[in-house]
């Protein structure tokens, strides 16, 4: 089993609100930087800086063609634990 502290820096990953609306973004199409600025409202440094973080810890991949970079979900489990944890707070909203 992968170590605590592992688990621990893979959850930093979700911590911030920008990386969760690129995921959130990338959830139903790839996309480019151009159309994930567009789409979450986020500066185009910002999504540049997060899109290579979140690339480098494989939870996006990009496929070049061209001059087009499009991005995609690296792995579809990532979306199943922020459901999860999106169901969990609803679940727990009204107590």
């Known amino acids: 089993m992968t170590n605590y502290n592992d688990i621990a820096e893979f959850f930093k990953l979700f911590s911030n609100e920008g990386r969760l609306k690129i995921i959130s ?3 139903t199409s ?3 930087v ?9 500066s185009q440094s910002l999504v540049s800086q997060q899109l290579k973080l979140l690339k480098t810890a494989r939870i996006l991949t990009s496929e070049k063609r061209g001059k087009t970079v499009t991005y995609s979900i690296y ?7 922020l459901k999860d944890v999106s169901e969990h707070l609803e679940e ?3 107590e």
């Open 25 to 27: 973004t990338l959830a």
């Open 30 to 32: 790839d996309a480019t």
């Open 34 to 42: 151009n159309e994930i600025v567009e789409k979450s409202g986020l």
């Open 75 to 81: 792995d579809r489990h990532i979306l199943h634990l």
């Open 92 to 94: 727990h909203l009204d």
